[in-house]
């Protein structure tokens, strides 16, 4: 007899997921709030509000091979990227965005029932892609929603526990992870991926232990500091033995011709994108001392181009309401401890006046 229970027939973990929540884009806003797109101050995506490298729209425009499949290999990203990173090209590979490289690596490690480790507050897709290739999420809480519990970390991992998510700087908190963290935590046996998709806007990084490790992964990305996220295009430095493997089983077209130009330009062009990058740091000093002096906010320090506020007084939801209303994007954030607090991107100085100016003005409710 014929199965017709279609709900039946699929993988159990997709019954009941719960999708993941990403930012609604400028178009759909405007559109709601009627305000056109070139007014709203968006600082919600932790995006770069300076745009591309003049350089990468130039490769762009110019690239004669849009007809032609790219390079399976990536070739000529990874040895830019092998200078830039100071790891050897074999140690690296380009993704559709990190969250492929997230997802290919649990699928190459996990079985049904295997355990990931993450520590929240922290980067949703972790759980989600958990979920989705049916392992069980096992989150230890940060301390005070800051610090990594390394010993609660090592006293959760078990026979089954595969994998342990880090993001360092964390998302949404800000805050970064010692390499004598992480070489604790690979001390369980388990594989520790770094997620450092802040990176360019702290330094501190785990590369350089990748080719010591051979369980340890480092992401990044080129969505933050080189303006690149609607293109998707992100990059691990992987021990050369799973680098090889995940070589083989990604689909083989995964990157698109205009990300990897447009990777390769930015590369190019690291005068330019490092002057953007001190202009962000910048201004995320003059922002955290406007947060600061908001009577009702009380901001995390950061080292990434986020800063978290919990509100002393008043509604989270509210505010965000209220300041969506200006036509100010921002990201409310319920995760516990911070169960009432948003998490503002750094934008340009007049993004910064037009925020600081609005929060004055909210009536607190």
Sequence with gaps: MINTDILGMMAPQFRSLEPYSPIEPVDVLSARLG?????????????????????????????RWYNIYPDPLQRELRDALAKYTGAASEHILVGNGSD??????????????DKVISCPPTFGMYKFNTEVCGGEIVEIPRVGGLYLDIEAIKNAVD????????????????????????????????????????????????VPLVPYKDRLIVLRTFSKWAALAG???????????????????????????????????????????????????DERHRLYSGLSNIPFLKPTPSQANFILCSLKEGSAANLKAFLM????????????????????????????????????QWDIQ
């Excluded at 492929?100 to 079985?111: A, S, Y």
């Excluded at 997620?195 to 702290?202: G, I, L």
């Design 100 to 113: 492929e490289l997230i997802d290919l690596t649990m699928r190459l490690f996990l079985t049904p029932g």
């Design 35 to 63: 305000i056109p797109e070139d007014k709203l101050v968006k600082l919600d995506g932790n995006e770069n509000p300076y745009g591309p490298s003049p350089r990468a729209r130039e490769a762009l425009a110019s690239f």
């Design 231 to 281: 293109l998707r295009v992100g990059y691990g430095i992987f021990p050369a033995v799973i680098a090889e493997t995940i070589l083989r089983m990604k689909p083989p077209y995964n990157v698109n011709v205009a990300a990897l130009v447009a990777a390769k330009a930015t590369l190019d062009d690291l005068d330019r994108q490092q002057k953007v990058v001190r202009a962000i740091t």
């Design 325 to 360: 209303e200006q036509g100010i994007l921002i990201k409310q954030i319920d995760s516990a401890p911070f169960t009432n607090a948003i998490r503002v991107s750094v934008g340009r100085p007049e993004d910064t006046d037009a925020l600081l100016q609005a929060l004055g």
């Design 159 to 206: 026979r089954r526990t595969k994998l342990i998510f880090i993001c360092s700087p964390n998302n949404p908190t800000g805050n970064t992870v010692s390499n004598e963290e992480i070489t604790e935590l690979l001390s369980t046996g388990a594989v520790v991926i770094v997620d450092e998709a802040y990176f360019e806007f702290c330094g501190c990084t785990a």
